[in-house]
């Protein structure tokens, strides 16, 4: 057997379909990219349509099969909507990314019921409502991905994690229930967790050199993350080679989390 085809039994994405949440930007755009190279089919989900048309074009360039559609994920109409969009694109995704998030973290004392329930909306309920769409589907034709995109708050109360760590700790949460749910019919379902990332989600600390620097010294690669950085590891659980790597919450973050 030659490497290329021993390499294509393990991670090649070559038949499948993708539907990734927040995919025109940081992180989801990063694992999209990833997918849509590796052979996946590619539907890009977020609200920003010249973002979505700028991203799925320059893939489109490289002669990747991609789409896009613009969603309100805070609602539950827009959720169901989208996905419905999103298969008349492609079809019934084989994997699922929920990379879509917003990052309001007021102060505790500070945290009001309408942040409390758009952070909810957007970083759990629009996951749970995606995999109930589409999960049960994966099930029945014995192959399906599930990849959440978590926090180091799910884990850790700094930097006011207020609603936005509740959120991702639910989320991984999510991942174990639907992994306990769908994997002995084929559909893993895991969580990625970054460490401190340099993205649009992040700007209100990236405008804090100290601050950057300070979680870039607690890594132990001595750097900040990048979203280049979970292309692998999404390639990786999102292919033929993870179907024993279920329920887990893996960490991508230079070792932040190990100290």
Not at 122 to 126: M, Q, S, Y
């Given at each position: 057997m030659s490497t290329h085809s021993y390499l294509s039994?393990?991670?090649?994405l070559d038949g499948r379909t993708a539907l990734v949440t927040g995919g025109s930007s940081g992180i989801g755009r990063a694992i999209?990219?990833?997918?849509a190279r590796a052979g996946a089919r590619t539907v890009l989900m977020a609200r920003g349509k010249e973002e979505l048309a700028a991203t799925a074009d320059a893939l489109t360039a490289e002669g990747c099969q991609v789409g896009w559609v613009s969603a309100d994920l805070s609602t539950r109409p827009g959720v169901h909507a989208a996905a419905e969009e999103a298969v008349a694109l492609v079809g019934e995704p084989d994997i699922l990314v929920n990379?879509?998030?917003i990052n309001l973290r007021p102060p505790m004392d500070e945290l009001d019921e309408e942040v409390w329930d758009r952070t909810m909306a957007?970083?759990?309920?629009?996951p749970?409502?995606?995999g109930r769409r589409f999960g049960p589907g994966m099930a029945e034709?014995?192959?399906?991905?599930?990849i959440h995109i978590s926090s180091?708050?799910?884990h850790r109360a700094f930097v006011r994690s207020g609603a936005y760590g509740v959120s991702k700790g639910g989320l991984e949460s999510l991942a174990r229930s639907q992994a306990e749910a769908w994997s002995s019919a084929g559909v893993t379902c895991n969580t990625l967790v970054p460490g401190f990332v340099l993205t649009r989600l992040n700007a209100r600390l990236a405008g804090d050199p100290a601050t950057v620097d300070a979680l870039a010294a607690r890594t132990m690669v001595g750097r900040n993350g990048l979203p280049e950085d979970f292309a692998s590891a999404a390639v990786f659980l999102a292919g033929p080679g993870s179907g024993y790597v279920t329920g887990q919450s893996i960490f991508v973050d230079g070792g932040f989390s190990v100290h």
């Open positions: 039994e393990l991670f090649s999209a990219t990833a997918l990379s879509a998030g957007v970083n759990l309920t629009a749970y409502l995606l034709r014995g192959y399906g991905r599930i180091q708050q799910a």
